[in-house]
């Protein structure tokens, strides 16, 4: 090889027009001192983000699978930061008690498939509640991840997108699920029993739930619809209406109440929008040119958004406007193919 041809080879051209990798899902939670911890899930493993700070760490200590699909913080900080969750594509459930910086396999969830939807107890500090779906059924532990049993009885599909616990869980014991298939189901008893709960509803896959933080008083809850847009139920879930009509024909991919029952944000196929009045109107974010994968509330007026392709976004003002987060550039590991004297290095995203 002449000098020329070593330093060409040195040398990579982008083919396509992104930087960042995708990330599939991310969890915010606030310590008792005041800063905020967010764990970000991807196909390249996960990473944490001290805000306000400097940039991106990886987060895997125990972490023995890389390609993660969902995280969660379980319930609200204690003397410290909360349990969180995370889950595998290959279908491993992993804790950290911690916060997220050290993890160990929950090794109980062995066989269960993978869980692509988490929701936990408020709190769960003291009960050890959590409940995952997954596209074999629905399931619930106790014990903080050291039993589980199936909770998908009265349910006629399994196939689990979103869950949500009701704020006051620990009295009410009610919870939703959205399927693929088109259902909305509620349970009144911890999911030990299931009914639909979708009086309203069209026949779409319900890919997202967001729950009024003051839902003992208000009842309030929506339901982001494959094709449909938003609706809203005030009467905890038994019978629903739709939002305003911006949204109506598009996929709502994610969606969360950013602090209030009136307030809402977004992520639809079209992009980000915000809404303070319930969803009656909407706004499209402002520099919101990404697709939204999955949202999370942290407190205050900030919002952090998991991109696709995009890594992490960030806003300040409760989703109304949208800036990078510190650069998070994850690729899966590549596919290198050699062609003539040329390389090119295909990962899962592109």
Do not use: K
Not at 123 to 152: Q, V
Not at 249 to 273: E, K, M, Q, R, W
Not at 307 to 318: I, K, P, R
């Amino acid at each position: 090889m002449t000098e020329q041809q070593a330093q060409t080879a040195l040398c990579w051209q982008a083919l396509g027009a992104w930087t960042g990798g995708s990330v599939l899902s991310v969890a915010a939670a606030q310590a008792p001192h005041g800063g905020i911890r967010v764990l970000a899930a991807t196909r390249a493993g996960l990473f944490r983000w001290e805000f306000p700070g400097e940039g991106w760490q990886p987060a895997r200590q125990g972490l023995t699978d890389p390609s993660l699909v969902a995280v969660t913080f379980a319930g609200a900080a204690v003397n410290g930061w909360p349990a969180a969750f995370a889950a595998s594509a290959s279908g491993r459930l992993f804790r950290s008690d911690d916060g997220g910086l050290v993890w160990r396999e929950v090794t109980a969830w062995a066989g269960l498939g993978v869980a692509t939807a988490l929701a936990a107890s408020p709190a769960f500090h003291e009960d050890g509640i959590l409940f995952a779906g997954a596209s074999e059924g629905f399931f619930r532990t106790l014990d903080g991840g050291e039993s589980w049993e199936s909770c998908s009885f009265g349910l006629l599909d399994a196939e689990a997108l979103c869950l949500a616990c009701a704020p006051d869980f620990a009295a009410s014991q009610l919870l939703w699920a959205g399927t693929a298939g088109g259902g909305l189901y509620r349970s009144r008893n911890q999911a030990r029993a299931w009914r639909e709960s979708g009086m309203g509803l069209p026949d779409a896959a319900v890919q997202a739930l967001a729950v009024s933080p003051t839902f003992a008083d208000d009842r309030t809850l929506y339901a982001g619809l494959e094709g449909h847009g938003v609706y809203r139920s005030r009467d905890g879930g038994e019978s629903w209406t739709p939002c305003g009509p911006a949204l109506a024909a598009h996929s709502i991919n994610t969606l969360i109440c950013a602090g209030s029952a009136a307030h809402l944000v977004a992520g639809a196929d079209a992009g980000l929008f915000w809404s303070n009045d319930g969803g009656d109107h909407w706004q499209a974010a402002e520099g919101a040119a990404f697709a939204a994968l999955a949202l999370t509330y942290a407190g205050g007026e900030i919002v952090v958004a998991g991109a696709f392709q995009g890594g992490v976004m960030l806003s300040t003002d409760g989703g109304r406007r949208w800036s990078s987060a510190p650069p998070l550039v994850v690729h899966a590991p590549p596919v290198i193919s050699a062609a003539s004297d040329r390389l090119a290095a295909l990962d899962i995203d592109g």
